[in-house]
């Protein structure tokens, strides 16, 4: 029987994915109930243009890790147990550019539909990826790799490159 404590994965509050679609759907609940008119106000051949650049940046960035967690042979999906340290390809800049490309593509969304409910909830969604799931998958990961995570975690920045590496804890 896998229980709470033994089971192979981060013990985090909400399945990744599942923020993001969340996140998309409610804004577009959201915009739906209570329009605020912002995006809409900007015309669309601008909207196009960015929502469309924005949404590239972010699906480039989350296929690049996704690639490169199959190139070390561990799994995706975050809710089988990691097998492999993935520090190549693009996790040399950043230690979650699948959750970093999550942004870009919820703003090329936003931006794209004139959904401005997007953008307000990142805000509390930010929260709960970093609690609820990073910082969480970070403890998972130091239990399993030990020193060479530590050593990642201090080279590596958390989220965005540029700026100081976060540490696990």
């Not at 870009?104 to 931006?111: H, R, S, V, Y």
């Not at 794209?112 to 403890?139: S, Y």
């Given at each position: 029987?896998v229980?709470?404590s033994?089971?192979?994965?981060?013990?985090?509050l909400?399945?990744?994915?599942?923020?993001?679609?969340?996140?998309?759907?409610?804004?577009?609940?959201l915009?739906?109930?209570?329009?605020?008119g912002?995006?809409?106000?900007?015309?669309?051949?601008?909207?196009n243009?960015?929502g469309i650049?924005?949404?590239?940046i972010g699906?480039?960035?989350?296929?690049?890790?996704?690639?490169?967690?199959?190139?070390?042979?561990?799994?995706?999906?975050?809710?089988?147990p990691a097998v492999?340290?993935?520090?190549g390809?693009?996790?040399?800049?950043?230690?979650?550019?699948?959750y970093?490309?999550?942004?870009?593509?919820?703003?090329?969304?936003?931006?794209?539909f004139?959904?401005?409910?997007?953008?307000?909830?990142?805000?509390?969604?930010?929260?709960?990826l970093?609690?609820?799931?990073?910082?969480?998958?970070?403890?998972?990961?130091?239990?399993?790799?030990g020193?060479?995570?530590?050593r990642?975690?201090a080279?590596?920045?958390?989220?965005?490159?540029?700026?100081?590496?976060?540490?696990?804890?």
């Amino acid at each position: 029987m896998v229980t709470a404590s033994n089971r192979d994965r981060a013990n985090f509050l909400v399945f990744p994915p599942a923020l993001l679609l969340a996140i998309i759907v409610g804004g577009g609940l959201l915009q739906w109930a209570a329009p605020l008119g912002i995006l809409g106000g900007f015309g669309q051949t601008w909207r196009n243009v960015a929502g469309i650049g924005l949404l590239l940046i972010g699906i480039v960035l989350t296929r690049a890790g996704a690639r490169t967690l199959i190139s070390r042979g561990t799994n995706v999906n975050p809710l089988k147990p990691a097998v492999a340290l993935a520090t190549g390809g693009i996790y040399r800049f950043s230690r979650n550019p699948m959750y970093v490309g999550g942004g870009p593509l919820m703003l090329g969304l936003a931006i794209l539909f004139g959904v401005d409910w997007i953008p307000i909830l990142m805000v509390p969604g930010f929260l709960l990826l970093h609690f609820g799931i990073v910082r969480r998958e970070e403890q998972y990961l130091v239990g399993k790799f030990g020193e060479e995570y530590r050593r990642y975690c201090a080279q590596v920045p958390r989220y965005v490159p540029g700026l100081a590496p976060g540490h696990h804890q």
